[in-house]
């Protein structure tokens, strides 16, 4: 039996993780992104697999594979990550009552109630007035993105002979062919893994689904000295109003009304605040949401501050330099889905619409679905 093959296109997360994929079930595959590297969302990002943001079932289970899987290719691909866990920080008693909420509702993910004193002891960076304590979970990792889209097409090009083709912009598929100009490929299974370019490939399809872009805008801090670390990444309490899992905390709707009443400018674009720490000591700080088809190219510095202002109420650090600003743009399914599978002609798949759970989900995703073999329907899944 001749060996199979996979033509891949895109090569951020998404397309990264079917490639693996592919090439762990033993096709022959090649990987087709238009640009020369990756610059998408994929490196745009805090670096942070995050199961604690998923509810219990299908979508944390699929978190933990993620995980499972990102450690296995960092270890063979020797790329930096750090196993820090998280760290949600209560400075106010309707947080700390979240906390003790969610605390006892994922009593089997073993998270930690920590006080005060056990908070500051886990992290030197936290701001200790008036602060009740935290929730305090050890499965989330943090690697650093630029890096590691980087390294992992090496890795999958040595260890599995997948082949990447940079520079090459697919401009129309019709099964079993790939086209790029006057470059033509062929392979037996197509995946599109095209993150937020919805008007290149299928653009009717795309206008029939419910899907926007989100622009999120983040910072990043110069290397701390004397190699001080931050300890597991930091988030602050409008976190707990901004991921699935924590909605099923009873009093997390009193906690978002008085958000809402203090904080309106901040709900208005989406904003939230967190912080992790790569190899270097530099600290990633974000970040916002906006949400629409077409987003302006420049980032908006009162944003950023808002960004900060918030930051300076849990969070302090050596060194507040911002070496970097920058935006980016990811693709987010308007009517709740997590994710997008569709095959929009036989022997093509379309794998999308993981919104800002790329990082985290990814791999779990690409996973399931090259092992399923098939997608079910012309429906999202």
Known sequence: MSQRSAIVIGAGIVGLAAA???????YAVKVIERNEK???????NFGMIWPIGQPDGELYERAMLSRRIWKEVCDSAGVWYDEVGSLHLAHRKDEWKVLEE?????????????????????????????????????HEVVIDPRMAIAKIPVWLAEKYGVKFMWGKAVTDICYPAVYMGNDVQEA???YVCSGADFETLYP?????IPITKCKLQMMRLTAQSGNWRIGPALCGSLSLIHYTSFKAAPSLNLLKKRLEEEYPEYLQWGIHVMVSQN??????????HEYGLTHDP?????????????????ARFKDNLITETWNGIYPKLTNGENHLLLEPESGVKIINGLGGAGMTLSFGLCEQVINAGKILSNTLI
């Open 204 to 208: 009717e399809l795309y206008s029939t």
């Open 38 to 44: 990756a610059v998408g969302a994929s490196i745009r």
């Open 20 to 26: 693996r994929a592919l090439a762990v079930k033993g």
């Open 279 to 288: 190899q270097l000591g530099e600290l990633t700080v974000g970040d916002s």
């Open 188 to 190: 037996d299974e197509i």
């Open 102 to 138: 969610l605390k006892e509702i994922y009593r089997h993910r073993n998270y930690k109630l920590l006080s005060a004193d056990e908070t500051m002891a886990k992290s030197p960076a936290v701001t200790e007035k008036n602060l009740a304590g935290s929730l305090y979970s050890p």
């Open 298 to 314: 420049f980032d908006k510095s009162h944003i950023n501050n808002l960004i900060l202002d918030y930051l300076d109420n849990f």
